[in-house]
Structures are given as C-alpha cells and as structure tokens.
C-alpha cells in the first residue's frame, strides 16, 4: 500500500525558510514525479512544483524564485524548501504523486499546515 | 498559464439528486482534466481522471465528459457522504492548475 507522508515544522519565522520532506512507503520511487500543493485556510488548492525520482524539476512561476525541491531516492524521500516566507505562505501543504506517464496525481499525503508567524 | 473556471461556484441538492459540476478552461487541455473531491480537514481524493475515467474505488455514480475547453462532472443519485468541494485540474501544462471549487451542500 502507497503512504505518502509529509513533515516538517509547524511554525515557520517570517523570512525564514520552510523546509518539509515528503517520505514513500509501499515501494520504489522510481518512475515519481512528486507534486507539492499548498491549500491557504478555506482557500483552494495551488500547485508549487513538482520533481522527478531522477531530480527534474518544474516550478510554478509565481514561487520559482524561493522555491527548491529534491530527491534523496535512498530514503524514499522528497524535500521542499519555501525561503524567504511571509503570512501568506500559511497554509496546509501537501505531497502527491503523478506516475510516469500518467497524467493525474493519485495518490496524497495526509497535508502538514505550516504557520507562518513571529 | 491555464485558467480554469467552475460553475457553479455552490450548489444545494437532497439525497437522491442528479448533479452537474462545470469546468471551463481558458485554452484547449484536450482530455487532461481530473476531478477531485475534498471534504473539511481531509485530503484531495481523485475521483475522474482523462475527462472520464473513473478512478479504481470509486462508485460509478460520478462520471465524467467533455474535452478541449469544456468538461462535466456528473453525480447520479447524491449519498450523504458526496456533499464536498468538487475541484477540476488540468494537467495538459504546467503550471497546473485548479478550478475554485465547487462547494456542494445539503438542501
């Protein structure tokens, strides 16, 4: 059984960095591309960025310039770093995976909330 | 990027109702578009992923269709536990992107 699993701190400084793993249980990572989202409260869903089991990235254009993913497939783990935060970052984060070759993501991590706040 | 558009944006029905949830997109996503559904405090579940195929577990009441710019999602027959937030997403082009949601609720 896929378990996706996101951690990371709670309470984030404004300006510091946000830093969450997404951990894989249930088998091999390859042929991943693991999305991250970020859902603000009672907002909807955005799509941050995604990597590769083999450490393609793709960022959204509106988070590319603090945003940094990657891949450490011998722990079967995902990293997302958010630099430079403000209240505005505050919001539930998520990891999902899209299969190779498949174009919808299946399979999601329970969602971590991340404050940002002094 | 690709805008995508819900209507509506919340709906009222009773148990039993047939339901439709619309998804325009601002440019032709071929059939790329999932529906996902999330209730409060819990994780997006996928429900219809390629315009219309219907994600395994899932129960055959919710169907979908459209392609190119225009998509339904369908609920036959509404249970207790389909009152959610319906959200469409495209994954033709990053970034990919949602719907608002679609808030379906208890008449």
């Known amino acids: 059984q896929v378990q996706l699993q996101e951690s990371g701190p709670g309470l984030v400084k404004p300006s510091e960095t946000l830093s969450l793993t997404c951990t894989v249980s249930?088998?091999?990572?390859?042929?991943?591309?693991l999305s991250w989202f970020r859902q603000p409260p009672g907002k909807g869903l955005e799509w941050i960025g995604y990597?590769?089991?083999?450490?393609?990235?793709d960022y959204s254009p509106s988070l590319r310039s603090r945003v940094t993913m990657s891949v450490d497939t011998s722990k079967n783990q995902f990293s997302l770093r958010l630099t430079s935060v403000t209240a505005a970052d505050t919001a539930v984060y998520y990891c999902?995976?899209?299969?190779?070759?498949?174009?919808?993501?299946?399979?999601w991590g329970r969602g971590t909330l991340v404050t940002v706040s002094s | 990027d690709i805008q995508m558009t819900q209507s509506p944006s919340s709906l009222s029905a009773s148990v039993g109702d047939r339901v439709t949830i619309n998804c325009r997109a601002s440019?032709?996503?071929?059939?790329?578009l999932n529906w996902y559904q999330q209730k409060p405090g819990k994780v997006p579940k996928l429900l219809i992923f390629a315009a219309s195929s219907l994600q395994s577990g899932v129960p055959s009441r919710f169907s979908g269709s459209g392609s190119g710019t225009d998509f339904t999602l369908t609920i036959n027959s509404l249970q207790p536990e389909d009152f959610a937030t319906y959200y469409c997403q495209q994954n033709h082009n990053t970034p990919y992107t949602f719907g608002q949601g679609t808030r379906l609720e208890i008449k």
């Open positions: 999902a995976r899209q299969l190779s070759g498949y174009f919808y993501f299946d399979y």
């Open positions: 440019q032709s996503i071929s059939h790329y």
């Open positions: 990597i590769s089991y083999t450490g393609t990235t």
């Open positions: 249930g088998g091999s990572i390859s042929s991943y591309y």
